[in-house]
């Protein structure tokens, strides 16, 4: 079996939930059949990843996508209809070099991850063609214009309806689309779409820790330059810490991620937070901290800083929509709060309940690896694609 891989970005390194989903579907597909890596890249930043990649997957290809080149198309965007994440991404080289693929070889399958490629997936009409949509984009524009104000709310309300209608429209182009959960499925409007299945991510699921003494340190992760996460790491750091340290005043927050923006790094000392930024070893850090806290308000799909948390046998508080994608219960595998008062409430009952922070660890821990363990995962990715080929 031949299959064609579109992405966006590389694959790597897997410092962002995109990027982790796409490296795990990659080297599934990789074992199932010849997979052709198709990728935008920058060359200057995206040197190391480009080697590591064509070491693991020899029949990789990319090509060079400047960020002014992406903002020229933006500018040309302006008047159109397109949702402007679509047209960021074009790239007359990259439609070249498909056309090309396309006739020299004859690819079973297909695999498009997010929206802004199927452009380039439209080209591959003699192939079976997945959509991977991930989130349900459109709603998480919709659920940030709350928390943007001035011009950057007037841009992303008027992306939000053009995302919306986009991803509307191209819902039957293809052989079958994925998405990260029921709620993004039916948000997308796909509830009922009989070529819509969800296909959830996979996370690592760790041994479980032998200390589980009260350390005082609650812990955030996550890619640091995305709004959602700098929203919620500031919420915890500005608002929630201080109202817990005025009964725990040895309490430390300690925000772990990539590419921590000046935000991010601004809030470094602020309310006994500590800003760690990359680390080699994300789960020694989950294990050493007594609570995920994710105050995460607009934020759509399957987050997985919650589920490697959860992974790790730490209990999570967060907020309703992001229970809900992962088909979690409050007060059982995990618990929720609707607001930073609520945030402060649960967080100190937690601190204060031994029993209650091993028991909503263990079933967190067991969720994950009933639903989103590595072995339940690639399996599903087996029967989609079986069926797909065999449809």
């Not at 201080?242 to 809030?267: E, K, Q, R």
């Not at 994710?294 to 999570?316: H, R």
Request: hydrophobic share 45%.
């Amino acid at each position: 079996m031949k299959i064609l891989f579109l992405s966006s970005r590389i694959p790597y390194p897997p410092d962002r939930g995109d990027k982790v989903r796409t490296l795990v579907l990659l080297r599934k597909l990789a074992s199932m059949g010849e997979l052709h890596l198709v990728s935008l890249v920058d060359h200057k930043k995206d040197s190391d990843a480009i080697n590591t990649i064509k070491k693991e997957f020899p029949h990789s290809y990319f090509v060079s996508h400047t960020r002014f080149q992406a903002l020229i198309n933006l500018a040309r965007n302006v008047l159109r209809k397109l949702p402007f994440q679509v047209a960021y991404y074009q790239n007359a080289k990259l439609q070249s070099l498909i056309h090309n693929l396309s006739k020299e070889h004859r690819f079973d399958l297909v695999y498009t991850h997010l929206i802004r490629m199927v452009p380039y997936a439209r080209i591959m009409r003699e192939s079976k063609v997945i959509l991977d949509y991930t989130d349900c984009i459109s709603l998480e524009y919709s659920r940030s214009l709350g928390h943007l104000s001035g011009i950057k709310k007037l841009f992303f309300s008027i992306e939000a309806k053009r995302t919306a209608k986009y991803e509307e429209r191209v819902a039957n182009l293809f052989a079958e689309n994925w998405a990260i959960s029921p709620i993004d499925i039916q948000n997308l409007g796909l509830k009922d779409h009989h070529r819509s299945v969800v296909l959830p991510n996979q996370v690592f699921v760790a041994p479980l820790r032998d200390n589980v003494k009260l350390k005082m340190r609650l812990i955030f992760t996550g890619n640091m330059s995305v709004a959602h996460n700098i929203v919620a790491a500031q919420n915890v750091s500005k608002k929630i810490m201080p109202a817990l340290l005025h009964d725990y005043p040895n309490l430390v927050f300690t925000i772990v991620g990539a590419a921590p923006a000046p935000d991010i790094l601004a809030l470094d000392g602020l309310n006994n937070t500590k800003v760690l930024g990359f680390v080699d070893d994300l789960y020694t850090e989950l294990q050493n901290s007594d609570i995920f806290i994710a105050p995460l308000y607009f934020s759509a799909g399957i987050q997985n800083k919650a589920l490697e948390a959860m992974a790790c046998g730490i209990p999570v508080i967060t907020t309703p929509n992001v229970a809900q994608s992962l088909d979690a219960h409050d007060e059982v595998e995990l618990m929720i709060a609707e607001d930073n008062h609520a945030f402060v409430e649960k967080t100190a009952y937690l601190l204060e309940h031994q029993e209650a922070r091993d028991q909503i660890g263990k079933s967190g821990r067991a969720l994950v690896m009933k639903k989103y363990s590595p072995e339940a995962i690639n399996l599903m990715i087996e029967e989609r694609v079986n069926h797909i080929i065999n449809s």
